[in-house]
């Protein structure tokens, strides 16, 4: 429905029965049924306001992850929408051109929800993406790559599903699967022209990270990091992408024979899915050599530094993934940034922690006081933190006042505790 500037849409959370691994069923709960949901068009300018349903029988919560909305709308992991229940979420989007993503955010149990199934994409445009020379339509094709295990009946098999608080023994690393899905199938197959694509790679995996690669080889020309376009393209042989993480690439087909067959790898684990050239493609323009214009945020301009520490931490006689030594409080809030300002956050860790901030986006500053690496170019809202590593991202709190978060985007961490309040006054 549309009305004046606002879109309308209606989401219903459901159990539906479908074909994942061939020949078996597998019950998802999905938005609108499906896994991954269905992908959202949205447009710089036009409020979108979506009406969750909730059919199944637990609670939930949604949230946009790259959204700017005002906190009642963000998916608050105690902001629930019981079974039976609905809740309208207002998106203003008064954003650049991203590749977001949605998912649940149910406290405690975000990623066995999300697991289930209940994750999907959004795509949002603006005039300056629009007048770019960037392949369109279907060549512009999202990406949700996520691991997942099944048993024997096709179900999915989820370890600790009555999560209770505190490290699980044994998943440490959070949870992984076997199986690689691409928009929820097993290592497709895709046909390809023989032209250039823009791939919307989303890690929506609970824990994986990957680094991806095309074999027999060929670059990954990056445009877009978390949350728009970048600045000018940049290639990569290999890309890192963490849970959370998107990256917007462009890979040229045209340079295999039609006839070839090319794998998306993951470097750190195995192959992801294939493009197979099954012919001539229209001729493409080359990529330009500026694609968005946007503020690079200066050291100097960040008001306030803050220090978070990742860890896992005793607490009560039990480890616990804590940020700055506490487990999630609802009630408490680790920062009072002001609207408008910028600030510099130092992330340290003691592992793998893909630290993400709800609306608030951020440019990465440096790497163990080096300069940042090249996939860390943009604005993002999504940073790989590695073992012993402090990252340093400069904030802009822009947009609304009001309490969001900050979190470790590996769920299991996530639904540990690792996850932060701030407080945007
Ligand atoms: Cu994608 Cu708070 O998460
Ligand atoms: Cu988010
Ligand atoms: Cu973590």
Redesign the pocket.
């Known amino acids: 429905r549309v009305e004046g500037d606002t879109d309308f849409y209606a989401l219903t959370q459901r159990v539906a029965d479908v074909e994942i691994l061939p020949g078996v069923r597998t019950q998802v709960w999905g938005y609108d049924g499906s896994f991954p949901g269905p992908t959202f068009h949205l447009r710089q300018g036009r409020r979108a306001v979506v009406e969750v349903r909730n059919s199944l029988p637990v609670p939930t919560s949604m949230?946009l992850?790259?959204g700017v909305m005002p906190p009642d709308s963000d998916?608050y992991p105690t902001d629930l929408v019981k079974p039976s229940g609905a809740k309208q979420y207002t998106y203003p989007m008064r954003q650049r051109a991203a590749t977001l993503?949605y998912?649940d955010?149910r406290m405690d149990y975000?990623a066995p929800q999300v697991w289930r199934g209940l994750a999907g994409m959004c795509l949002v445009s603006d005039a300056e993406e629009e007048n770019l020379p960037l392949p369109k339509e279907q060549y512009d094709v999202p990406l949700l790559l996520c691991d997942r295990a099944f048993d024997e009946d096709g179900s999915f098999l989820y370890p600790s599903l009555e999560s209770g608080p505190g490290v699980q023994p044994g998943y440490d690393n959070g949870v992984l699967g076997d199986v690689i899905l691409v928009n929820g199938a097993p290592w497709p197959v895709m046909d390809v022209d023989a032209t250039r694509y823009r791939l919307r790679l989303v890690n929506g995996s609970n824990a994986r990270r990957y680094e991806l690669a095309l074999e027999p080889g060929g670059q990954l020309t990056q445009i877009g990091s978390d949350v728009g376009l970048l600045d000018r393209p940049r290639t990569h042989e290999s890309l890192i992408i963490t849970p959370?993480e998107r990256f917007d690439v462009v890979v040229d087909f045209s340079q295999y024979p039609v006839g070839s067959e090319i794998t998306l790898t993951n470097r750190l684990d195995g192959p992801v899915m294939r493009f197979r050239v099954v012919r001539r493609g229209p001729s493409s323009d080359p990529l330009p050599e500026r694609l968005a214009s946007w503020e690079k945020l200066m050291p100097e301009s960040a008001v306030e530094t803050r220090t978070f520490d990742f860890r896992a931490t005793p607490h009560h006689g039990m480890r616990m993934w804590t940020i700055n030594g506490e487990p999630f409080n609802p009630d408490t809030s680790l920062a009072s940034p002001r609207l408008g300002t910028v600030e510099r956050w130092r992330l340290s860790s003691d592992f793998h922690h893909p630290v993400?901030l709800?609306l608030a986006h951020f440019q990465v500053l440096a790497r163990n006081g080096r300069a940042p690496e090249e996939r860390d170019a943009g604005w993002k809202d999504?940073v790989d933190v590695r073992p012993y590593e402090v990252v340093e991202v400069l904030a802009r709190f822009e947009g609304y006042r009001g309490r969001y978060?900050m979190?470790c985007?590996n769920l299991e961490h996530?639904d540990m505790a690792m996850?932060a309040n701030f407080d945007i006054s």
């Open positions: 949230h992850h790259g998916g993503w998912h955010h975000t959370g993400h709800h999504t978060m979190h985007h996530e996850m």
